[in-house]
């Protein structure tokens, strides 16, 4: 194995990645709509991303791996040393799709934080709003008494 089969394993990670970041925007769009019908659906699809990456980096370990042994390098060499170890133009392409990688894994933290926050936020919104049914408040009879609240039925907008 050499460099070349180790960057074709590196451009279809860099690929999932792109995705990955398309489907967390999309899910993220969702979330702050509100436009929850479609949202399960967002996150299967994160989902199928998350699964065909984890393939994509058992590839790239098991490629990485057969040429850091053709470099003499020990196992588990990062990028870095791959890329320094190669003859060029291969060293700058695997520098670069390091940078890629470090980029692309930045944003993606910062986009799934963001879902969660959001999340988060309207779980935190949707418990209080509940609570706020539990206590009902006194209200006053036709006499002019109070009236402690009564566990009476009430009426919920579909929207919550």
């Not at 980096?57 to 990485?64: K, N, S």
Request: charged share 25%.
């Amino acid at each position: 194995m050499g460099a070349a089969e180790v960057s074709s394993v590196l451009w279809r990670e860099r690929e999932l990645l792109d995705m990955l970041q398309f489907k967390l925007e999309e899910e993220q769009a969702l979330l702050a709509t509100g436009r929850n019908r479609w949202l399960a659906r967002a996150t299967n699809e994160v989902e199928v991303v998350l699964e065909e990456l984890r393939k994509a980096e058992l590839m790239r370990a098991v490629q990485t791996e057969d040429l850091a042994r053709e470099l003499g390098l020990g196992p588990g060499a990062s990028l870095r040393a791959l890329a320094v170890s190669v003859p060029e133009p291969w060293g700058q392409i695997l520098m670069d799709h390091r940078k890629a990688f470090l980029a692309a894994t930045a944003e993606i933290q910062g986009l799934a934080q963001s879902n969660r926050d959001i999340l988060s936020s309207g779980y935190k919104s949707l418990c209080e709003t509940l609570v706020s049914f539990d206590s009902v408040p006194d209200t006053y009879t036709a006499a002019g008494t109070t009236a402690h609240g009564s566990g009476r039925a009430r009426l919920l907008d579909g929207a919550m």
